[in-house]
């Protein structure tokens, strides 16, 4: 399994971690760079950056303009799950 | 470091430099006897023209600092490919300095720790008054609140650019 870079989050009270693939996907894409990515997204390389590092959650907005990038669903680009939930779950509830 | 990060350094070394030369100019001035340290007009008149050189100073840095980024950029450009060109130049910098909404979430978020640092600097100078200190005390404490609140305010981009949002 790959590690993913997680940024935590608290919405009504739960704490959510969000982890992306956007490491992944760039390996996929050509080995697409942070700067292509940020180019085509309108954000910043600094912003994708963190995002990758999952040290940004971004806007909806942003998130689908990320996936968009990639011409996939915002789904594959990233997930969440409850901090206290384990990651073998989350993976077989999908 | 990033064009952000850089542009809060330069921010903030200016903004120390300014404060720096307001302490050394105004007080020097009143322990060299030339102004009465209960003189309110010359506080005023003092702050007053350091907020407009504060500004110009501010606006000319950026510039050079712009100035710099572009020529540091070209020179490692050539090194690296042996050609810069106008057209990678400018499509560099419009990236570099994009400002997007991870921006503006870090500038929303420093700017209460600049809030904080001037209300503080308001509280102390208040405070400072009820002991007996002179009113000028309280107009040296607000400008000097408002002064390190923004040297604050460019630590919290720094922390938060690095640590994350």
Known sequence: MTKKNAASTTYTGEKLEISNNIR???????????QQLAEKAGASRQTIIAVEAGKYSPSLELAFKIADAFGVPITDVFEYRRADEPVEQVEQEK | MSYQEKKTVVTMITGALLLAAYCIYAFGQVQA????ADNLTFWAGTILVFIGISIVVN????IVFHILMAVSYGIKQRKETGDCDEASLNRHFRT??????MDKMISLKSSRV??????????????????????ATLINAVYIGFSLGAIAEGIAQLRFYRKGV
């Open chain 2, 33 to 36: 006897g030339l102004a009465a």
């Open chain 1, 24 to 34: 992944t996907l760039r390996f996929f894409a050509n080995e697409m760079t942070q």
């Open chain 2, 96 to 101: 570099e300095t994009t400002e997007d909404e």
């Open chain 2, 59 to 62: 606006i000319i840095i950026q």
């Open chain 2, 114 to 135: 600049a809030f904080v640092c001037a209300g503080i600097g308001f509280g102390v100078g208040l405070a400072m008054i009820l002991f007996g200190a002179a009113a």
